[in-house]
T-cell receptor
Framework: DQQVKQNSPSLSVQEGRISILNCDYT??????FLWYKKYPAEGPTFLIS?????DKNEDGRFTVFLNKSAKHLSLHIVPSQPGDSAVYFC????????????FGKGTKLTVNP | NADVMQNPRHLVRRRGQEARLRCSPM?????VYWYRQLPEEGLKFMVY????????ESGMPKERFSAEFPKEGPSILRIQQVVRGDSAAYFC????????????FGPGTRLTVT
């Protein structure tokens, strides 16, 4: 039962353009969402997060949007840079519980120079 | 060192041997989580520990797997009598007491069972 879904296994974008990575969830108990970036043979690196009381959070080139009614979130990277090429994981959790993270399968982003 | 530390980075075991994976959380972090990543998959939660306590082990296989986080020293994930299906990347994450949902990950241990 995949509670967090990233339906695009890969995405290719030109340098300088916008990258949009999407994530859907099914569990309405999730109230905190995170994006992680992962390079091969390394651990995931925390990028940005959003609480369910917000619909947008911005940090530099990264913006996360949350649509609670659609159970959908997206990560926007603008402008995209070749160093952004990595696998991006969406994760969700319920605050106040054990706060274990439930991950999607990831989207491999390639930014072409 | 401010980062989450894991060792060894790579571990090769024959079927039937034991594997011990170690994790030292970030300084000031009292919560440790273990996740496993199979090839082409996302990370799957295994266990959540605080010092000397297992808080949630709902993701741990019922047999052969155990975890501890003693008062002193690193957290240990122990896999007894390893099988080929245990081959995976095992990641440890840590967090503070008041922001458990913001977890910082170590570099992982890649276990290969031959």
């Amino acid at each position: 039962d995949q509670q967090v879904k990233q339906n695009s296994p890969s995405l290719s974008v030109q340098e300088g353009r916008i990258s949009i990575l999407n994530c859907d969830y099914t569990n309405s108990m999730f109230d905190y969402f995170l994006w992680y970036k992962k390079y091969p043979a390394e651990g995931p690196t925390f990028l940005i997060s959003i609480s369910s009381i917000k619909d947008k959070n911005e940090d530099g080139r990264f913006t996360v949007f949350l649509n609670k009614s659609a159970k959908h979130l997206s990560l926007h990277i603008v402008p995209s840079q070749p160093g952004d090429s990595a696998v991006y994981f969406c994760a969700a959790t319920s605050q106040g519980g054990s706060e274990k993270l439930v991950f999607g399968k990831g989207t491999k982003l390639t930014v072409n120079p | 060192n401010a980062d989450v530390m894991q060792n060894p980075r790579h571990l090769v075991r024959r079927r039937g041997q034991e594997a011990r994976l170690r994790c030292s959380p970030m300084k000031g972090h009292s919560h440790v989580y273990w996740y496993r990543q199979l090839p082409e998959e996302g990370l799957k939660f295994m266990v959540y520990l605080q010092k000397e306590n297992i808080i949630d082990e709902s993701g741990m296989p019922k047999e052969r797997f155990s975890a501890e986080f003693p008062k002193e020293g690193p957290s240990i994930l122990r896999i007894q009598q390893v099988v080929r299906g245990d081959s995976a990347a095992y990641f440890c994450a840590s967090s503070t007491n008041d922001r458990g949902y913001e977890q910082y990950f170590g570099p992982g241990t890649r276990l290969t069972v031959t």
